[in-house]
């Protein structure tokens, strides 16, 4: 494998400042750990980085999206490549799933429920958007706390990637960017490891609202913050009863 050392960064993508090793950092998608869930046995590093690209893909520019159809009639005879390729196509085959699902659903309407009936008055105009941000970090969440090898295995596994390979495919996947940019945005994403954060409840929080100021710019109040760790608390006894076995059956759907 070749050092991810070697990138060079210019400045172009400004989310690596929120990628500090040191910082509170955050991403503006979620759920990766989720994706990876279903498929933890797979062990090869480029299928696993495909389950996580469309999202990182969109974190790095919002105009980049991957369609693993589209990208399958480029490709060259590459084994890595088409396992690549094929953790893109769970992916999508994945969120097709989830957001289509009576699990979905039903956990969304509560937590939007909740957070109406709580007056958090922040969230008052997007609950529903909230809601449905705060179901997928809530899954990643408790994978992290009731299964810490599933992260630790995730990020072990992504540090297999060679980063001279990921640049020279980058070209099958509509990507007019500088590739330097995205391996150094991919190598601070693997380093900061910020989703093992997600068991402390403050930066928990403080993720929750990065993301929700995609659509509304406020931050909560410390009120406010008090009164979702509180929330979050009783939403995840509830989803600890049920993920479990809504993960196998995803499983099952895939395979």
Known sequence: MIPFTNCSFSGGCFLLNL???????????????SHY???QDHSDPYFVTGLILP???????????LNARKIRETLPDNKDMDMLCQGIARHESGDLYFHNSDFFHTHTTHIKDVLNDNRIKSVSTRSYFLAHVLLELLLDRLIVKQMPEIPENFYATLSKIDPEKLRMYLKHFNFVYDPWEFLAFFERFIQSRYLLAYKHNEKFI??????YTRV???????QERRELSRINTQL????????????????????
């Open 19 to 33: 990628l500090q090793p040191d910082d509170e950092a955050v991403l503006f998608l979620m759920n990766f750990l």
């Open 37 to 39: 869930f279903v498929d």
């Open 55 to 65: 999202d990182l893909a969109r974190i790095f520019h919002p105009k980049w999206r």
């Open 206 to 211: 403080f993720a929750l609202n990065r993301v």
């Open 216 to 222: 509304n710019p406020v931050r909560f109040t410390e």
């Open 236 to 255: 995840e006894q509830r989803l600890s009863v049920q993920y479990l076995s809504f993960f196998d059956a995803l499983r099952k759907h895939l395979n």
